[in-house]
């Protein structure tokens, strides 16, 4: 008879069911922890996602400031010294050196200034103190002056000479003022902490020293830079 296998067959499926439930259970527990997983993840993720908060490129120190105000006036009475060969100059070789002059130390110039901006401090106006309207009036500007920088009578020597007797000055000249860079730029090196500027101290060092030795042939007295250092 059929009567008896009801019973059995309800059995069957409150079986089935009770089977189901615990397995949709245990999957909603898994999906729990794994919708907790990515948010663990992400917490772990984000301390790398930021390394500029930690990172020591922008660090600088009262040296860095001081070498950049104080080159930059320097730079720019080179730039000046340059531009006068170019218009007085007789030698083809010392409008060259002119040039090259200029070419490296504009965008020298240019590069000190951003880095002062961005520190917050004073930028020289002029030649920082050269005089010829130009002297700064910030404190401090004036930090190039004695390092190889010309006076007014100097630039007003050089401005009205011509010829052999021009590049005879301006050798002379720029052989002193470059001397003056490199004792800066040495400075720098040892004193500094600014990773882009005592690169730059550095790159100054190497390229003017180099012209030093060139002039000092030019004028026919070839001897080593007494302020370069190794």
Same mark, same amino acid.
């Given at each position: 008879?059929?009567?008896?296998?009801?019973?059995?067959?309800?059995?069957?499926?409150?079986?089935?069911?009770?089977?189901?439930?615990?397995?949709?259970?245990?999957?909603?527990?898994?999906?729990?922890?794994?919708?907790?997983?990515?948010?663990?993840?992400?917490?772990?993720?984000?301390?790398?996602?930021?390394?500029?908060?930690?990172?020591?490129?922008?660090?600088? *120190?009262?040296? +860095?400031?001081? @070498?950049?105000?104080? !080159? #930059?006036? &320097? /730079?720019?009475? =080179?730039?000046? $010294? %340059?531009?006068?060969?170019?218009?007085?100059?007789?030698?083809?070789?010392?409008?060259?050196?002119?040039?090259?002059?200029?070419?490296?130390?504009?965008?020298?110039?240019?590069?000190?200034?951003?880095?002062?901006?961005?520190?917050?401090?004073?930028?020289?106006?002029?030649?920082?103190?050269?005089?010829?309207?130009?002297?700064?009036?910030?404190?401090?500007?004036?930090?190039?002056?004695?390092?190889?920088?010309?006076?007014?009578?100097?630039?007003?020597?050089?401005?009205?000479?011509?010829? *052999?007797?021009? +590049?005879?000055? @301006?050798?002379?000249? !720029? #052989?002193? &003022? /470059?001397?003056? =860079?490199?004792? $800066? %730029?040495?400075?720098?090196?040892?004193?500094?902490?600014?990773?882009?500027?005592?690169?730059?101290?550095?790159?100054?060092?190497?390229?003017?020293?180099?012209?030093?030795?060139?002039?000092?042939?030019?004028?026919?007295?070839?001897?080593?830079?007494?302020?370069?250092?190794?």
């Amino acid at each position: 008879m059929n009567v008896p296998r009801r019973p059995s067959h309800r059995v069957a499926m409150v079986a089935a069911v009770a089977t189901a439930v615990l397995v949709v259970t245990g999957c909603g527990g898994n999906s729990s922890k794994s919708g907790g997983s990515p948010s663990t993840t992400t917490t772990q993720a984000s301390p790398t996602a930021s390394p500029s908060a930690s990172a020591p490129a922008g660090q600088h *120190n009262q040296a +860095d400031v001081t @070498f950049a105000q104080g !080159m #930059i006036p &320097h /730079h720019r009475q =080179a730039i000046v $010294m %340059a531009d006068m060969a170019e218009q007085h100059a007789s030698s083809s070789d010392v409008k060259a050196l002119a040039q090259k002059i200029k070419k490296a130390q504009t965008p020298e110039i240019e590069t000190m200034t951003t880095w002062l901006k961005s520190w917050g401090e004073a930028v020289p106006q002029g030649m920082g103190g050269m005089g010829h309207g130009n002297a700064s009036a910030t404190p401090g500007m004036d930090m190039g002056m004695g390092m190889g920088m010309m006076s007014d009578h100097d630039m007003d020597q050089l401005k009205g000479a011509t010829g *052999n007797a021009f +590049d005879t000055m @301006f050798l002379t000249m !720029m #052989i002193k &003022h /470059h001397e003056g =860079a490199v004792e $800066m %730029a040495n400075t720098e090196k040892q004193q500094g902490a600014y990773g882009p500027a005592k690169e730059m101290a550095g790159n100054i060092v190497t390229s003017q020293t180099a012209e030093i030795t060139q002039m000092r042939k030019m004028l026919g007295t070839a001897s080593p830079s007494a302020t370069a250092t190794p």
